[in-house]
């Protein structure tokens, strides 16, 4: 049920209004098809005293030769007479005083006739059972195969039996069949489709109206995410969705105004920073013994060092590089070339190209800082790339000693080092992994790490497509 749910809103709502639709149209059906019941039964209640009352005028002016003939010509469909010697119904006061007993008797008021019997849903037995002992030896071979028809009907039981004592001691009975259900008619199930249809156009129609500001505040949302800037939405659509894109529009220009605010912080810092090393650095070189000088200065450059490398670390954060198209496997083959110039051990799988939108100088720097710490941790680098539908994964493998699992996570916070296997000696400040990770991120991917299963440690840069 869950597969089959519709995920979209437009789905889900046409969904939801066919199911009501259906429900209502079922209990509408229902409540028809009882009073459309209702309506056949005393309607054809109605015809069977209106017939029978008929009958019994005619057979009073009429000779008794013809009355066999007359009543047989009589019965059809679902009704059926016959005279008979006997009732064939109960004298009972049930049968005696009911409604259609007392209005079968009115109607037949003035015509000479006895005792008048209605049992209504009685199950009778067969219409032969009740015949009398008159001979129909000039029934012809038409009346005979309809009587055999009339008794086959009336042998499935009967909704309505009613006599009428006649007055030359004879009675006229009269059974019928129970009323079939009405079954689904054609304008009905047509009305059903042609409102079915109708709604649903209706609904897509609304729907879609009301969801395309809903998409357009996503698709631009997704994008900032990614560094993107387009350009301001339409404030279109009901109040609750105007309001949802204004909020977001507020929310993008204060957000953009304080990264430009940090941008130029950060820009003051660097500069103010470099002025007392450099002031530091020059009187450093008056500085007589020459042991402590050396030392004074190689303070000072690790200083510089650490300052440029934060500097660079908030500055990604606040890049704009503009995206554009980028053979990301060509692009991982130019860094393993940078490096294997160097004389690094870096290796880089065979794959086919992948094209993918992006910042290709950050995810160079970020690709750079993954293989850097490979050569430097793992003395060695193998790198692969993977495309699926929904992702890029540049996976970057090295032979060193891997990382605690509890330690997996917070390598990426800024400055952060794993001391016990990662010496402070090899160089570094704890910022590569933060500053690819920033980077993956502002792509609305991610960077993971972990062990891998015969031994090193596997880091993925992961890009959405």
């Keep these: 049920m869950t597969r089959l749910w519709p995920r979209t809103l437009a789905g889900q709502l046409v969904l939801l209004l066919l199911g009501a639709l259906l429900v209502a149209q079922a209990a509408s059906f229902v409540i028809f098809r009882d009073e459309r019941r209702s309506a056949f039964l005393v309607r054809g209640r109605e015809q069977v005293l209106e017939r029978t009352v008929s009958l019994v005028h005619l057979l009073r002016e009429t000779p008794p030769e013809l009355h066999e003939r007359i009543v047989r010509a009589a019965s059809g469909g679902n009704l059926a007479f016959a005279l008979a010697a006997s009732p064939a119904i109960a004298d009972i006061p049930a049968h005696r005083d009911n409604p259609l007993a007392r209005s079968l008797a009115r109607s037949l008021a003035g015509a000479a006739t006895g005792t008048v019997l209605v049992d209504v849903d009685r199950i009778a037995l067969r219409f032969a059972d009740h015949h009398d002992d008159h001979e129909h030896d000039d029934e012809d071979e038409e009346e005979k195969g309809r009587s055999r028809k009339t008794g086959d009907h009336l042998r499935r039981g009967l909704a309505l039996a009613l006599a009428v004592e006649l007055g030359d001691g004879r009675w006229l009975v009269a059974r019928t069949g129970p009323v079939p259900p009405p079954g689904w008619a054609v304008s009905y199930l047509v009305a059903f489709a042609l409102t079915a249809l109708l709604l649903s156009l209706a609904a897509?129609?609304?729907?879609?109206?009301?969801?395309?500001?809903?998409?357009?505040?996503?698709?631009?949302?997704?994008?900032?995410?990614?560094?993107?800037?387009?350009?301001?939405?339409?404030?279109?659509?009901?109040?609750?969705?105007?309001?949802?894109?204004?909020?977001?529009?507020?929310?993008?220009?204060?957000?953009?105004?304080?990264?430009?605010?940090?941008?130029r912080m950060l820009a003051a810092i660097g500069h103010d920073l470099r002025t007392p090393l450099t002031s530091l650095r020059l009187r450093a070189e008056f500085v007589e013994d020459e042991e402590t000088r050396q030392k004074i200065v190689e303070t000072l450059d690790e200083m510089q060092r650490m300052v440029e490398a934060a500097l660079t670390f908030l500055r990604e954060e606040a890049a704009n590089e503009p995206v554009r198209e980028v053979d990301l496997r060509a692009l991982a083959e130019s860094v393993v070339g940078d490096f294997a110039d160097l004389g690094g051990d870096v290796t880089l799988a065979d794959s086919p190209p992948v094209v993918l939108r992006c910042r290709p100088d950050a995810v160079r720097r970020a690709l750079r800082n993954l293989v850097e710490n490979a050569l430097r941790y793992g003395q060695r680098g193998r790198l692969a790339v993977e495309a699926t539908a929904e992702e890029v994964r540049i996976a970057v493998d090295d032979d060193g000693p891997g990382i605690p699992p509890e330690m997996l996570e917070r390598v990426f916070e800024p400055f952060v080092r794993v001391e016990a296997s990662r010496s402070r000696e090899t160089g570094g400040f704890g910022l590569g992994l933060a500053i690819a990770r920033t980077i993956a991120r502002s792509h609305g991917g991610d960077v993971r790490l972990s062990n891998r299963p015969e031994g090193g440690l596997r880091a993925e840069l992961i890009l959405p497509r």
């Design 204 to 263: 897509i129609w609304a729907v879609r109206r009301l969801t395309r500001p809903l998409s357009a505040l996503a698709e631009a949302a997704e994008a900032f995410g990614r560094g993107l800037d387009g350009p301001p939405l339409p404030r279109t659509g009901p109040l609750e969705i105007r309001r949802s894109v204004e909020a977001f529009a507020v929310m993008r220009e204060r957000l953009r105004r304080f990264v430009d605010d940090r941008t």
